[in-house]
C-alpha cells in the first residue's frame, strides 16, 4: 500500500509541475535565454519563477479540481494506510508472541509449517473461542471468505464479465477498476451486504424481503455506478498518467514486453480453486506458463508471417546503414530525427520478431493443451480434440491474454465500468440477493462463508464429475466445470492431515479405488511404461525427483536440484490407464517407503525404523510425502519444502488429468454445460414464482430459487458445526440432527444468533489482487 501511497503523490505532483512550471519554448531552443553563450542552455532555465509557477497554478481552475481530488483521495490512502498499520502491528506481535517466530525468521517458513502452528495453539491457548480446535479449513476460510465468494459467482456466471461486441464476437472485460466495485458494492463498502469482515447482514439471510432488498441493492448499484460516471475524467487521467510513467521506460528498453503474454483477472478468478492462497494459485499458473505461450505461438498466421519477416528486413536495411553512419562520424546523431529514427526502427525490428515463428520448433496443440491442464486444472469440454482451431485458441485467450491487452483494458475500465454497472449489474440484484441467501454457510469460530467453499459433494457436487449418487444438488446447486470435485482434491494433497466430510471422504475413497482397479486392468502397475510425467513437468521444476517418484525406486542422493531443468517437455496422450498408474505410484508401497528407506541409506547416519514404518496415507489420494513423513524428523529435516510442494504439486497435476479423463468419458455424447456457452438464464432451472409484484426495473430470478416450493428431507451440510441460511440444513456444534432442507430450491427462514465481538481486518485495498493486504483477522 505504501509504495501505491507514493506514487500517487509523486504522479499528481510532478504532472502538476509538468503543466505549469515548465517553459517548454525554451526547453525545445524555441527562444533563447539571457546568456551570452546561447548554446550553454541548462534544464534550469527551463523551470518557471516559483511565484509565476504559483500563479498559473491559482489561475487554472481544472488543476484546482485534480489537486482537491486528488487530496480527498491521498487522505482516504492515509487513513487506511494508519489503520492497517496498526493492524500489521497487531498480526506482528501475534506472530512473534503466539506462533514464537521472529521475523528475522519468519521469510524462511513455509505456509504448512505457520498452518500447523495454529492449530496446535488453539489446543493450548483457545484463541478462537467458539470451538475446541481449529482445522485447515477453518484457517483458510477466514482469510479467502470473499474470495471464495468471487470465484464462486464467476462459476455460476452470476458476474456481468462476458458479452458480446458488433465485430468482436464474445469478449471478457473484468479489469481491477471493475472489480473494486464489485468488492465495494458486496463485502465492505457503505450500505453492502456484509455487516462486517465475517457477518452478512441478517435481512439477507431471510427470503421474506427478497424483492425490497433487490430493488435497495439496484439503487445502491445505480448510485455507485453514476458516481463512476463522474469520477470518469479523474480515474481516466490518473490512469493514462500511471500507464505512461509505468511503462514508458520498459517499452523502451524491452519493445517486446508489450507482447509478452499474462494471465488475466478473469483467468485467475475462473482457474482458481475454492480456498486457494494466492501464492498457490500464483505458482501453480506460473508452471503453466511457458506452455500457454508456446500454445498460443501455434497459431502464427503465414502472411503474416511473410509481412513482418519483409518489414523487419527492410527496418534492419535502414537501422544497419544509420549505426554505420554514426559509426563513421558521430556528428549524424546530432542530424535532426536520427536518434528518433533508430529508436524507432528498433522497436519495429523487435515488434516484427514477435511475429515470426522459431523454425527449429515443432508444435503440437493437442498435447500442449494436455500439458496446460496438468497445471491450470480447469478447462471447458469442447476444448479437448478441438485445440487446433482459432475458436479454441480465441476463448484460450480470454484467460492468457496480451500484456497490451491488459494495459488497454485498464485504460478503458474508468469509461465501460459505470456502464456495466448501471446497464448490466443492476439487472442480476435479484439473483445476487438470491444467491447471497442460498449459498451462505454460518461455521462457528469462522462466521458467515460461501457454501460452495465447504466443497461437499453432496451439496454441490456435479454427476458427470464422479459425484453421480452422492450428490443431491439441482442444476442450481452445482457447481460447474467440476469445481468443487477439483477443488476437494486439491485441497486434501495440499492439506494431507485435513479430515473431509463423510461424503468428501467416500468420493476421495472412490476415486482411489477407481485409479488402482484403472492401473490393474490398464497396465498391471508397469510405471516404467508411464510417460506422463514428462508432460507435467517444466523447465522450473526438479523434474529428477518428479521422474524417480513415478518411475520406481529413487535414489535420491543423486538429485541435483540446485541445478535448473533442462528436459524438453515430451507430451503424449494421457489415457485413463496411463493416469491411473501414475497415481497408483503416490501409494505406500510404491512410492513413499522406497522414498523413504533410498533416502536414510543414502543421506542417514542411522535407520530410523520408525520412521521409515508405513506412513499414514492420505484419505483416498495417495500418499503424499509430507505425510508420510510426519513420524520422523530426521526426514522433515533433510528434504527441503520446496520438493515437497512440487511432489503435491504433481500429484493434483496428475488428478485433474485423471479426472478430465474420466469426465470426458462420462460426458461423451451428452451437450456439456460449460462456462463459454452458458446463457444469461439457465433454461434447465425450474420457473420461480414471486412473492409478490415486482417493482417496475426489476427482473424476475430465472435461475435462483424463492420461496414457495416443496420440501426434502436431506443428511446435514457437514459434522462441524455450522448453519445454512435459506432454510436448507443446519447443524449445531453440540452435534449432528437432520435438518428440512430443499433440494432444488432451498429456502425459509433463520433464527438469528447474538453475535461474536468485532474482529478487526486490514482494510482492502484497490490495488491488484496481489496487492491486497491478507485479510488475517485479529485474536484475542
Known sequence: MFSIFRQLVFVVTFTVFLVNCVDYDILFANKLVNHTDSSKVTLPDAFLPVDVCGARIRDNVFVIFILVISGVFWL???????????????????????????????????????????VEIQK????????????????????????????????????????????????VFYTRGLKYNFELIFFWGPGSLFENEWSLKPEYKRGSNRLELADKLSTRILWIGVANLLLCPVILIWQILYAFFSYTEVIKREPGSLGARCWSLYGRCYLRHFNELDHELMSRLSKGYKASSKYMNCFMSPLLTVVAKNVAFFAGSILAVLIALTIYDEDVLAVEHVLTSITLLGVCITVCR??????????CPEQLLKVILAHIHYMPDHWQGNAHRYETRDEFAQLFQYKAVFIMEELLSPVITPFILIFCLRRKSLEIIDFFRNFTVEVVGVGDTCSFAQMDVRQHGHPAWM????????????????KTELSLMHFAITNPHWQPPRESTNFIS???????????CGQQGILTENHIFSSIQSESEPHSLIANLLVGPPSLASLNLGREASMTNHVVDVGLADGASALRSFSPLSTSQHLRSSYASTRLPRSDSAALGGG???????????????????????????????????????????????????????????????????????????????????????????????????APLHNTAQRRYGGTTESLSGGSRPMARFSRIPMGGWAEEAQASRLHDPVPEEGSEDELPPHIHKVT
Open 76 to 118: 482516504h490512502r492515509l487513513i487506511k494506510f494508519i489503520y492497517n498499520i496498526c493492524c500489521y502491528w497487531e498480526i506482528r506481535s501475534f506472530y512473534i508472541n503466539a506462533l514464537k517466530m521472529s521475523m528475522a525468521d519468519l521469510p524462511y517458513f513455509t505456509w504448512q509449517e505457520m498452518q500447523a502452528r495454529i
Open 124 to 171: 493450548e491457548h483457545q484463541i478462537c473461542i467458539h470451538k475446541k480446535e481449529l482445522t485447515e479449513l477453518d484457517i483458510y476460510h477466514r482469510i479467502l471468505r470473499f474470495k471464495n465468494y468471487m470465484v464462486a459467482m464467476v462459476n455460476k456466471s452470476l458476474l456481468p464479465v462476458r458479452f458480446r461486441a458488433p465485430l468482436l464476437g464474445d469478449i
Open 354 to 363: 514477435s511475429f515470426i515463428p522459431d523454425k527449429h520448433l515443432v508444435f
Open 467 to 482: 459425484s453421480a449418487g452422492k450428490t443431491e444438488a439441482s442444476i442450481y446447486q452445482q457447481a460447474e466445470d467440476g
Open 510 to 520: 472412490q476415486l482411489k479405488e477407481k485409479v488402482h482397479r484403472e492401473a490393474i
Open 616 to 714: 499414514r496415507a492420505m484419505v483416498g489420494s495417495g500418499t503424499d510425502a509430507r505425510t508420510a513423513s510426519s513420524g520422523s524428523s530426521a526426514w522433515e529435516g533433510q528434504l527441503n519444502s520446496m520438493v515437497l510442494s512440487e511432489y503435491a504439486s504433481t500429484e493434483m497435476s496428475i488428478h485433474a488429468v485423471y479426472m478430465h479423463e474420466l469426465h470426458k468419458q462420462q460426458s461423451r455424447g451428452q451437450l456439456s454445460r460449460h462456462t463459454w456457452h452458458r446463457q444469461d438464464s439457465d433454461e434447465s432451472s425450474e420457473g420461480i414464482p414471486d412473492d409478490g409484484e415486482a417493482p417496475r426495473n426489476l427482473p424476475r430470478s430465472n435461475t435462483f430459487p424463492c420461496a414457495g416450493t416443496p420440501q426434502q428431507e436431506g
